[in-house]
């Protein structure tokens, strides 16, 4: 099997180097690809001035749904795997991959992250939706078969966030198999526990609720779902309010942020359901333009 490794970047040259060294070392039959766009830390001519990338793609859209497409149509492998510019393979992930692909359509594994405290790991997420049995992917480690990567027309990209977990939806729809395979490790550096990114609310929930309604449709199983991740997150900034981490004027901003993402959400997923009423759900994937790449680079 030749497997061909989609890393897409973002100014994150020093981070990126280190997921390169990690396959040469741990991968090196695989092909690399670079999915850059666009940097403004030097990225490009740190890759150019080493010898094991096997291909460069500037692109001008910064879309992560984007970048995994355009690396995924350069794609020389039979395989195809995703792994993020900040996470590098641990010993064993290759030989992991190639097992896992030997009984699956698809497979993931997890992250290794370190923090001040010790050591995280995930585990295999999954859940029944609307009687379907999903198996989510890990956007940053996962690895699929080019031709079911093909027939999904690969990531749908509208999403901005949530584009794996859109796949996973289509995937269990198409009946394709996810593996989870425990040594398929990537590892991610220090981190601080705890703490609290700033959330575009907006998003979230435009990305949720469109996921949601292009591949269940207006069901009730699709309110409760999102009635339900929108109550979680309000409860948990009314907690940060309570403790001066958050004012309620930025707690109501919050909430109208909600809203307008969920209305928006729900719109244009009911638009992409009835633009592609095909099992693949994916009318903005890999074959809906050609126009991504503004340069590409090829070494070997």
Same mark, same amino acid.
């Given at each position: 099997m030749k497997l061909s490794v989609v890393i897409p970047t973002l100014n994150d040259r020093e981070r990126l180097a280190r997921t390169l060294?990690?396959?040469t070392e741990h991968a090196p039959e695989a092909e690399r690809i670079v999915v850059n766009g666009p940097s403004t830390d030097g990225t490009t001519g740190m890759i150019r001035e080493r010898d094991d990338v096997t291909r460069l793609i500037e692109l001008a859209d910064r879309n992560l749904n984007v970048a995994r497409n355009a690396g995924a149509v350069r794609a020389d492998g039979d395989a195809i795997a995703f792994i993020s510019s900040d996470r590098a393979i641990e010993a064993g992930w290759f030989e992991a991959v190639v097992a896992g692909l030997e009984d699956a359509d698809a497979v993931t594994g997890p992250t290794h992250r370190e923090l001040t405290t010790g050591l995280a790991s995930e585990v295999l997420e999954s859940r029944a939706i609307? *009687?379907?049995e999903v198996t989510y992917v890990n956007g940053s480690n996962a690895a699929f078969h080019r031709d079911v990567f093909e027939a999904l027309d690969g990531f749908d990209e509208y999403l901005q966030t949530g584009g794996a977990r859109d796949l996973s939806h289509r995937l269990a729809a198409n009946d394709y198999q996810v593996g989870w395979a *425990?040594?398929?490790?990537?590892?991610r550096g220090?981190?601080?526990?705890g703490g609290r990114r700033e959330r575009d609310w907006a998003w979230k929930y435009r990305a949720l609720t469109y996921r949601l309604v292009k591949n269940y449709g207006i069901r009730p199983t699709v309110a409760r779902r999102t009635l339900s991740h929108g109550g979680a997150d309000a409860l948990d900034t009314l907690r940060d309010v309570a403790r001066g981490n958050a004012t309620p004027s930025g707690w109501v901003g919050s909430g109208r942020d909600v809203l307008r993402g969920m209305a928006r959400g729900t719109a244009d997923g009911i638009f992409s359901r009835r633009k592609d009423k095909s099992g693949r759900r994916n009318p903005n994937g890999m074959s809906s333009r050609a126009d991504r790449a503004v340069e590409?680079?090829?070494w070997r």
């Open positions: 060294d990690s396959l609307a *009687g379907r *425990g040594k398929m490790c990537v590892h220090l981190e601080a526990d590409v680079y090829t």
